[in-house]
């Protein structure tokens, strides 16, 4: 079944400018959102996932600075709007959920004038409706005794009630697409599980599509329905959840799959992927994984980094798996 | 042979510790540690599992004498730390080393790395001068950091290889018992399984006990012999990993293992296990520490602490039993 396409990434090219030279976080990357789907974008520190999240939004300050592409949300190129309507956007039909719940409220608002804010400016309420809608919005993400914590600061919660609070905002003007960065990598694993159950029911419901942005691949793939990849800026692999992990075709991601120590297999040794991600001020020419990647031919340093056809549901850059595949199809043919 | 053994050890921190508190009887405790009691031995690696508040991290510190206990012992050797003199205590420093969380808070950003492994040797007479060099090189080598590196400072490196050197400054003691703080949860993916097997060469080499203090259970199943899991202070389940992770027992522990993210193709449906928060350590429940969450609560539970048992080969503190 073909869903509509709420968001269109095209050859989204972020760099930061710094004293020591050009940094590509983000070099070029393509995908899109469906509505209703949620789409996994795991990665290591530096592999650019956040940046790709913040450029959605148009979040990147100076040194930073997006230098091509076109995202295109509902047909409208968000690139080329002015900024009175990206504010209109931005919050109200894309909104963002932060890591650190600590650092995305205000921690001199209570969390009362935080949620009526929000409903007053996008919405258009009164401070009378917006109030009775943010006690109903806390109810909602479960928070106990709605109309006493409306008054609280955000010190007088805890971890976990902080973000039940920012997920609150995130949905208070009914967006259509919610980025989540991290959402719950600074909680404990049970409140994660709360979180993240919180999360999908809502979601469900309102048919919001989700970008979720994590390093957890094993979280990543408990929620998604489609992965996409990230290494020093690109997308290497990207494709449905059930192709990506039972038959991961980037050497990446399948070290990525082999060092989570399973927790009912026996291992003795983890297998480890040798060495670092390059250093983005210096990314190597052709495949930037080929420096780390037990299966390097002497094709991989002219490597395009386009991601090439595996099946219908899954793309990869790796010329290698791309190789394997063909034979493979012209073996049965 | 037990090599290390922690009785009925708490600990309570002071929040408002003024004069004035005092004399208003108004000083508040953050009851960290309530009463916990297990031994280590010698070779083995006890892991002790929990969320974050749960004192895991303060056991550590305390028994390395970081912190002084409130109340209970602890036994090195079959020998009370606290009955030992000055002397024995600073030979004992040798034997127990830490390794932290953060590689990047615990090295002096103004030291170069030799100097950073060079002190703790200099302070505690290791080798002689003429022989330093070599030492620090070969513990360099140990951790698979290269040799050349001596003279570069901790923001030169990448997290991974901090963390080499913070073994590496631990190794340069000797120790035979090492408290592994959360080693590895500031490090990504693929650079915490080259740390964990690290880890356990270094312990088949050197014959190490490691006291491993975690959060994430997947990796805690991989590098332990036997594993505590701890709630508010409070031991809830002790014994043999295979047990444990074949067969949870304590709610708590089910809970906790049922909340962690695995690896699937299959979109899972129900997340959450536990409702609500852990409660405040400043005011401690009555009964069970877990009774506000825990579905099989009874009203013994409101009542009584549950004290360990044993059950199957393990220890549970459970009423439910």
């Known amino acids: ?333 | 042979m037990k090599l290390l053994e922690v009785n009925n050890l708490k600990k309570h921190f002071s929040v408002n510790d003024s004069f004035l508190a005092n004399l208003l009887n108004k000083n508040s405790q953050v009851h960290a540690v309530n009463g916990v009691s297990f031994s280590i031995n010698k070779g083995e690696t006890l892991s002790l599992v929990g969320e974050s508040g749960c004192g895991k991290s303060t056991i550590g510190r305390t028994i390395l004498g970081l912190y002084e206990p409130t109340e209970g012992e602890i036994s090195y050797c079959g020998k009370k730390i606290s009955q030992m003199s000055k002397k024995e205590k600073f030979g004992l420093k040798e034997k127990m080393q830490m390794i932290f969380q953060d590689p990047f808070s615990s090295l002096n950003p103004r030291q170069k790395v030799k100097d950073i492994i060079k002190e703790p040797i200099r302070s505690h007479d290791i080798v002689s001068r003429e022989e330093e060099k070599d030492y620090i090189l070969n513990l360099l080598d140990k951790v698979g950091v290269d040799g050349s590196y001596l003279n570069r400072y901790p923001h030169q490196f990448s997290g991974g290889q901090r963390q080499r050197i913070g073994i590496a400054r631990s190794l340069s003691m000797e120790p035979d018992f090492i408290v592994a703080d959360e080693p590895i949860s500031a490090l990504d993916v693929s650079i915490q399984a080259q740390i964990l097997n690290l880890l356990m060469d270094l312990q088949d080499e050197f014959d190490l006990t490691f006291l491993f203090i975690a959060h994430d259970l997947s990796v805690v199943k991989h590098i332990s012999d036997r594993v505590a899991i701890m709630y508010l202070g409070k031991i809830f389940e002790i014994g043999d990993k295979k047990d444990i992770f074949a067969e949870p027992i304590h709610p708590y522990t089910k809970a906790l293992f049922n909340s962690i993210p695995e690896l699937t193709t299959t979109t899972k449906e129900k997340f959450s296990v536990l409702s609500g928060d852990v409660p405040d350590p400043i005011q401690l429940p009555q009964g069970c520490y877990f009774h506000s969450r825990c579905k099989y609560a009874e009203e013994i539970c409101l009542k009584e602490k549950p004290e360990l048992k044993e059950v199957n080969g393990r220890k549970v503190a459970c009423h439910q039993l």
């Open chain 1, 1 to 333: 079944m073909q869903r509509e396409k709420i968001l269109e990434v095209k050859n989204l090219k972020t760099f930061f400018n710094t004293k020591d030279g050009v940094i590509k976080a983000v070099n070029g990357v393509n995908f899109d959102l469906e509505k209703g789907e949620i789409l996994g974008i795991v990665g290591e520190s530096g592999a650019g996932k956040s940046v790709t999240g913040f450029s959605l939004l148009r979040l990147i300050d100076p040194p930073g600075e997006i230098l091509e592409g076109s995202i295109k949300f509902k047909g409208q190129d968000l690139m080329k709007i002015n900024k009175r309507n990206m504010n209109k956007i931005r919050g109200k039909k894309i909104s963002m959920i932060f890591q650190d719940p600590m650092a995305s409220l205000n921690p001199v608002l209570t969390i009362g004038q935080q949620l009526i804010e929000v409903l007053q400016f996008h919405l258009n309420y009164s401070r009378k409706k917006a109030r009775n809608r943010a006690v109903e919005l806390l109810n909602m993400v479960g928070i106990s005794s709605p109309e006493k914590r409306m008054k609280h600061y955000p010190n007088q919660l805890s971890g976990g009630m902080r973000q039940r609070v920012v997920v609150a905002i995130a949905l208070a003007s009914d967006p259509e697409v919610i980025i989540a960065d991290e959402p719950t990598t600074a909680l404990d694993v049970t409140i994660q599980a709360q979180i993240i159950g919180l999360m999908k029911n809502l979601i469900k419901d309102r048919q919001t599509s989700l970008i979720f942005i994590t390093h957890d691949l094993a979280l990543v793939s408990e929620i998604a329905d489609r992965i996409l990849v990230m290494y020093a800026g690109d997308i290497i692999e990207y494709g449905s959840k059930e192709s990506i992990i039972s038959n991961p075709a980037h050497p990446y991601t399948q070290g990525l799959i082999n060092s989570i120590p399973v927790l009912d297999k026996d291992q003795k040794r983890l297998k480890q992927i040798k060495g670092l991600m390059p250093s983005p001020l210096d990314l190597p020419e052709g495949c930037k994984f080929r420096s780390r990647c037990s299966k390097k031919t002497d094709y991989c340093k002219n490597n395009d980094n386009k991601l090439k056809k595996i099946n219908n549901n899954h793309y990869s850059t790796c010329s290698e798996a791309y190789q394997l595949q063909k034979e493979l199809i012209a073996g049965v043919g």
